[in-house]
């Protein structure tokens, strides 16, 4: 058994033509990667370094496949440099480390050799990814926007804006609640499901009018979880 290791480490060698096709492959299948996650990301902001990993990803691990090989000398000697590498990155969503994981395993598939298999394996994968982006795949039915509203600390906030919210939204809930200014205001935050037909302006227009003109800010929700029922 101990012999079999030693001669593994021993006799591989890499194909200049074979490693050439993998890493080329790798590229190239990282680039078609690339520009089907700007394609789903394109009403949403994305990073351009997170663009460019994506498109080096599978030519870096089809690299490393290839210099591994059947050597198990190399495998240990590549598992100690690599867990000696310490990433900082913010944290991704769930569709971003899916993407992470997509580009990996197309060049881990271009660094085995299994060219054709990788390309079909991205093909299929691009494809359905289309799809769900096209057909807004689990996409909420309600556009929920966060309202964060300014008021003075002697107004009673309970109450004052109920009317003003049932009549330009479906929905309101109130959040959080806290004091700014050196406590001398506070700082309303709802989540709002706003009515089709209303006009954002005259909605804002009518709740400056009881906040006494003071900060007012409507945006997209920042966390899905705050979905109201």
Same mark, same amino acid.
């Given at each position: ?15 200049? %033509? ?5 890493? %080329?492959?790798?590229? #190239? ?36 496949? #290839?210099?591994? %090989? ?7 000697? $590549?598992? %100690? ?22 580009? $990996? ?76 200014? $050196? ?30 003109? #003071? ?12 979905? #109201?029922?």
């Amino acid at each position: 058994m101990f012999e079999s290791i030693f001669t593994a480490t021993t006799d591989n060698t890499i194909s200049i %033509g074979t490693s050439m096709l993998g890493i %080329g492959t790798a590229v #190239l299948l990282g680039l078609i990667i690339g520009i089907a996650y700007m394609f789903m990301c394109r009403k949403e902001r994305y990073n351009r370094d997170f663009i460019i990993g994506l498109v080096i990803l599978p030519a870096i691990v089809a690299a490393v496949i #290839l210099l591994i %090989g059947s050597n198990v000398a190399r495998a240990f000697s $590549m598992a %100690g440099a690599f867990a000696l590498v310490r990433f900082r990155s913010v944290p991704g969503s769930a569709k971003d480390i899916a993407i992470v994981f997509f580009a $990996m395993a197309s060049g881990l598939a271009c660094g085995l050799g299994y060219v054709t298999f990788a390309c079909v394996f991205v093909v299929i994968m691009i494809v359905i990814l289309i799809l769900l982006t096209v057909f807004n795949f689990a996409q909420p039915h309600t556009d929920i926007k966060q309202l964060r509203i300014t008021i003075p600390e002697s107004l009673n906030y309970s109450d004052v804006f109920d009317d003003v919210m049932n009549k330009f939204t479906e929905k309101a809930e109130l959040r959080k609640v806290k004091t700014t200014n $050196m406590g001398t205001m506070f700082e309303l935050s709802y989540n709002v499901v706003v009515k089709d037909s209303v006009n954002e302006k005259e909605f804002i227009d009518n709740l400056r009018m009881r906040n006494g003109n #003071l900060n007012i800010s409507l945006s997209v929700a920042e966390n899905d979880n705050n979905n #109201l029922n």
